[in-house]
C-alpha cells in the first residue's frame, strides 16, 4: 500500500519525493534539493520539507 500511496498523493509528486526502497522496518526516501525550498541558500533544505517524510 505505501508504494501505491506515494504516487499518487499531490504533496509528493509536487516535491519530488520518492519511495526509493523499503522493508517491514525501513523506508529509503529520496528529495530532489530545490533552491526554493532551501532555507539557507543552496546548501541545507528547510526544515518543513525533510519534516514532512519524518514519521
Known sequence: MLVEMYTWVPFQKLHGIKLESY??????????????LAGTPNVIPWGGVIGSVWP
Open 23 to 36: 522493508d517491514d522496518d525501513y523506508a529509503e526516501i529520496s528529495i530532489p534539493f530545490r533552491e526554493e
